[in-house]
C-alpha cells in the first residue's frame, strides 16, 4: 500500500511560478509510470507529466517547455515545477504512481492561475 500527498499548491498570478511535491510513504522500487494529473471543472482527469521505469519522460503538449518533473527517490518525493503559469493550468493536480497491479493517487492540490 502506498500512500501519496501532494502540496504545494495555492493562487498565482498568470506568469507565476508553483512547485508541487509529492511524498510517498514508502519507497517504491518497481514501477510502471509516476507522474502528475489534472482535472479541472467538468472535465476529465488529464496526464500532465510522467515519468517510465525506463526513464523516458513525458510532457503533456500544453505544458511542455513551462512543466519540469523530478523526484528525489531518497526522499520518496516527486515534484513538479510549473513555471509561466496560464489561467487554463487552474485544476486539481493529482501524483500518481501506476505500479501495473495497482495504481495509487494522492487527495490533490488545487491550483488556481488568476489572469
Known amino acids: 500500500q502506498v500512500q501519496l500527498v501532494e502540496s504545494g499548491g495555492g493562487l498565482v498570478q498568470a506568469g507565476g511560478s508553483l512547485r508541487l511535491l509529492c511524498s510517498g510513504s514508502v519507497r517504491v522500487f518497481t514501477f510502471v509510470n509516476m507522474g502528475w494529473y489534472r482535472q479541472s471543472p467538468g472535465k476529465q482527469r488529464e496526464l500532465v507529466a510522467q515519468?517510465?521505469?525506463?526513464?523516458?519522460?513525458f510532457y503533456d503538449e500544453a505544458v511542455q517547455g513551462r512543466f519540469t518533473l523530478s523526484g528525489d527517490v531518497t526522499k520518496n518525493m516527486m515534484y513538479l515545477q510549473m513555471n509561466s503559469l496560464k489561467p487554463e493550468d487552474t485544476a486539481v493536480y493529482y501524483c500518481?504512481?501506476?505500479?501495473?497491479?495497482?495504481?495509487?493517487w494522492g487527495q490533490g492540490t488545487q491550483v488556481t492561475v488568476s489572469s
Open positions: 500518481n504512481i501506476d505500479m501495473g497491479l495497482h495504481s495509487y
Open positions: 515519468v517510465s521505469k525506463n526513464g523516458d519522460v
